[in-house]
């Protein structure tokens, strides 16, 4: 379509906000994305568009992905083996020279720390926890930090038949809590923080319940069946 | 976002270029909780949406290498592969076919100095907020619902009860509008 009302050079800007906006269909997409590849001007004013809206996306709160999703992109990348996919007693070859052994070493060392630490009194670096506690689900929830780590333990109770309970870090600025994930069904969770979710005393972390698999719209739609303040170790 | 910041995902996004997965699992830490709200904006599902996260950083792998060269800022670069991941989804749900975004003008080289500074970068985030506020309720909602929701012109007019091709002139000219706003 062309605007009889736009110049040339505004309709340029608006076929380029479209290009980024992915608002064109049949023909008309596939001409201006031809014209990406022998025009660089304008696949400039495509970018331009990207980096302007890519700012909408400021609005939106964080939502942390359960970690099987990380574990799904690894596998699919051949990173990872699914758990118990391999036999151990296998040997491969490449841990056999002596960087492989110090690797080896060093990996078995992070794997520990990983898995030891959190459950006793922390080593080194600042530890908090919250109890989270809800009265009429018999629920309680522990949850701790130690530096990066968040680990979340289901210690009695658990989310109604057909529900689901929903983790939130809340930030005493009033901005939107984050969600964490879905608390899994009688299993305990564990995840490292992402960048600019810093644990402090002034965090308080929540449970909400939600429709299973989660809320639907990324902010808590359910009641909230507990909440707590991080409290330092 | 700070300069340091950006320069740390830079330097991530070089580091999965070459196939280092150390760097890789950093860059998921760091981003995936934004990524994921972007792929759950647009397809309002969750199982949906963690599985196209999936595929957003498994293209991240793939196409690192030509991160470099296309002149978008890193988070820029994260948003746009996973807003267009969710559209495609999104557009494939329905029965009419409607083309999805390309991620194309991401990696025609650019001729442009390098992403911009965080300073720049900040101040246009700013000036977009603000330019939307000018803009008018329903203008910024539309374009806030195109660009988060993966909502269509047909959408659109089906929405406010208009002729397609009004609703087109009509969100085109807001569009500049807000161009011109923002880099006024």
Known sequence: ?233 | MTQARLTELEQLISRVAIGDRTAFDALYDATSAKLHAVCLSVLKDRPEAEETLQEVYIRVWQSAARYASNGLSPMTWLITIARNRAIDRLRSRSARPATAPEDAAATVPSSEPSPETATILAQERRMLHECLAQLGGPQAGAVRAVYLEGVTYADLAAREGMPINTVRSWLRRSLLRLKDCVTQ
């Open chain 1, 1 to 233: 379509m062309t605007d009889n009302a736009l110049t040339p050079h505004e309709e340029d800007e608006a076929l380029a906000a479209e290009v980024a906006l992915g608002l064109l269909d049949g023909a008309e997409a596939q001409d201006a994305v031809a014209r990406l590849s022998q025009d660089p001007q304008f696949a400039q004013l495509v970018r331009d568009w990207q980096e302007r809206l890519a700012g909408l996306a400021d609005d939106l709160t964080p939502v942390m992905a359960p970690a099987r999703a990380r574990q799904g992109i690894r596998e699919r990348l051949g990173h990872a083996q699914a758990p118990l996919a391999r036999d151990p007693n296998e040997r491969s070859s490449w841990w056999r020279g002596p960087w492989g052994a110090l690797l080896g070493t060093l990996a078995v060392a992070a794997t520990v720390a990983v898995l030891w630490l959190p459950g006793q009194q922390p080593v080194t670096g600042p530890g908090y926890q919250a109890e989270l506690v809800a009265q009429d689900m018999a629920l309680r929830v522990a949850a701790q930090v130690y530096g990066r780590q968040m680990q979340f333990l289901m210690q009695s109770g658990g989310a109604a038949e057909g529900r689901d309970l929903e983790i939130w870090w809340i930030e005493p600025d009033g901005t939107p809590p984050i969600s964490m994930g879905v608390l899994p069904r009688g299993g305990d969770m564990r995840m490292t923080l992402p960048d600019g979710m810093e644990p402090s005393d002034r965090i308080r972390i929540a449970l909400s319940d939600e429709p299973a698999g989660g809320s639907p719209t990324g902010q808590a739609t359910g009641p909230v069946v507990a909440i707590a303040e991080l409290t330092r170790l």
